[in-house]
Structures are given as structure tokens and as C-alpha cells.
């Protein structure tokens, strides 16, 4: 069962010894948003990940992502109902590959803006588009649990701790032990969502630590 924000918040000033005059909700709320855009770049986990389908225009060589996008990991163009996944170029490429602005099936795409991508050849037809990325971290707060405060609740509040006592300055210490709890939780998330969840033990076997076995 997943702890509720005011709970969670509660449970932040009881370590810290604070009360609500010094860690303000909004304060606290600021500090969880610092830590899950941590979390969000140092781990890429599942929950992140988003699927969005879209349709070229016939001529145009732009087409508009997602407004929740943070980064792109592929797109796929559907034609004929055979799914092939589009080539990452930059934008010089694109300009030099097609100088002429010929159509046809999209082989290429460049980052054109942060939600725009330009591809090459420009679109002879309607074709759909699948588009896989990353989205921005949900928050956690008063009306909405996320995917780490519900699994990951222990990483959370250490880095929340660790914003709380660098805001508080002090105890240099605790500062230290939630600091290195946190970064020791987050690698253990990372080992757990870009390890244990990204390989088949059909295909590659379990996970297996070597066991020292001294001579009797």
C-alpha cells in the first residue's frame, strides 16, 4: 500500500524534527520535485517510458511530438502494415540527404525543436507513425501517487532528507548518511530497472554472484 502525500510529508519532518513553520507543504513539494528529476536522469526506468501514435501529412516534412516528451528513443513509420523504425540523423544530414525536398516512404528523422522532428524523404502518402520516448517524471503530491512513492518510497524520502538537511544546514552529518543512502538506493534502482528488468532469464539465464569456496 502506498504511503499518501501527507503522510509522506509527516514522516519527512518527524526525521528532520521540523515542523510545518520551517518545511512548508510547498517547500517539501519542491524538494520531491528536485529528487524526481534526479531520479528521472540518472535511472531510466519503465514508468517513464511512453507510446504515442501519430499520422504524417502528405508533403510535410515536419510532424509535431507529444506535448510530455522529454526525449525521443525511436519512432517507427507503418507502410503497407510493415513497421520500420526510422534512422536518427542530425539536421545537416537531413538537408544535404534530401536538397531536392523528394517524397516518398520517411527513411530519416533529426531533432528539429524540442517537439518538432523533420524527416526525409518528405511524405508521399498518410502514413502512421509510432512514436517512443520519455516523459517528464510525475509528481508527487496531494491528489496523485507516482511509481516511486508507491515502490520506491524509501529512495524518495532519503533524498528528500538530503534536500531537507541541506536546506536546514545540519547537522553535516545526517546530511551525509541520507545523502549516501540515497545515492545507494539509487543505484540499486538503476541495477533493478536497467539490469534485472532489461534481460530475459529464458534467454540469458538468472543472475548470478560468484561465491568464495576457500580449500578446507
Known amino acids: 500500500m502506498s504511503i499518501t502525500h501527507a503522510n509522506f510529508l509527516t514522516q519527512v519532518r518527524n526525521y528532520t524534527e521540523v515542523d510545518s513553520n520551517v518545511l512548508t507543504d510547498n517547500l517539501l513539494d519542491e524538494f520531491i520535485r528536485h529528487v524526481e528529476i534526479d531520479i528521472a536522469g540518472k535511472v531510466d526506468y519503465d514508468d517513464l517510458r511512453k507510446y504515442s501514435t501519430s499520422n504524417t501529412i ?28 526510422l534512422e536518427k540523423r542530425d539536421t545537416s544530414f537531413i538537408s544535404e540527404y534530401n536538397s531536392s525536398d523528394a ?31 520519455i516523459i517528464d517524471p510525475p509528481h508527487f503530491d496531494s491528489s496523485n501517487n507516482t511509481y516511486l ?20 544546514k545540519g547537522p553535516a552529518e545526517l546530511y551525509k548518511v541520507y545523502f549516501d543512502k540515497y545515492n545507494e538506493d539509487v543505484q540499486a534502482f538503476a541495477l533493478q530497472q536497467m539490469g534485472q528488468r532489461r534481460r530475459g532469464q529464458y534467454e540469458e539465464g538468472v543472475p548470478r554472484i560468484p561465491i568464495q569456496s576457500p580449500s578446507p
Open 58 to 85: 502528405t508533403s510535410q516534412r515536419y510532424l509535431t511530438m507529444p506535448s510530455d516528451l522529454i526525449y525521443l528513443r525511436s519512432v517507427q513509420v507503418t507502410n503497407s502494415g510493415v513497421r520500420t523504425f
Open 103 to 133: 517524397t516518398g516512404v520517411p527513411k530519416y528523422y533529426a531533432n528539429w525543436d524540442d517537439l518538432t522532428i523533420v524527416m526525409a524523404p518528405v511524405p508521399d502518402a498518410e502514413y502512421t507513425v509510432q512514436i517512443n520516448y
Open 149 to 168: 512513492s508507491t515502490y520506491q518510497e524509501a529512495m524518495l524520502l532519503n533524498g528528500v532528507l538530503t534536500e531537507c538537511f541541506r536546506y536546514l
